[in-house]
């Protein structure tokens, strides 16, 4: 079965405590995949591979109840990929309501 690779770098965020923060800084001027694979050499980003079509059938889920935000992550240890969407609840004055959501742990395969 195929598989896709998903990653996650994180840049430009505000890290605590401020003495936690990387120096290693990213070339911009490097593809997304080589910026990718630079960081996870440099143990700044994660990633793992998952079905297709598990992938699909999240995706699929949020067009047919259409979100207000979809947050993925990789767990620590890239033992699952978590997907949360978050929904606006029309009631409230708050734009989003993180306590009204739906949330997947996609399993992740091992690709070496």
Do not use: W
């Not at 003495?19 to 997304?32: F, G, I, Y």
């Not at 067009?63 to 997907?83: D, T």
């Not at 949330?103 to 690709?111: A, H, I, N, S, T």
């Amino acid at each position: 079965e195929s598989s896709v690779m998903l990653g996650a770098q994180f840049t430009g965020l505000g890290v605590l405590p401020t003495d936690a923060k990387s120096e290693n800084q990213t070339n911009r001027q490097l593809t997304a995949e080589e910026q990718l694979h630079d960081q996870l050499e440099a143990g700044e980003a994660a990633a793992v591979h998952v079905q297709v079509k598990h992938l699909l059938k999240v995706i699929n889920v949020s067009q047919l109840s259409q979100p207000e935000q979809i947050i993925y992550g990789i767990a620590e240890g890239g033992g699952h990929v978590h997907v949360m969407y978050v929904y606006r609840n029309p009631a409230a004055d708050a734009n989003y309501d993180e306590s009204i959501n739906l949330q997947f742990k996609l399993p992740v395969r091992d690709e070496d």
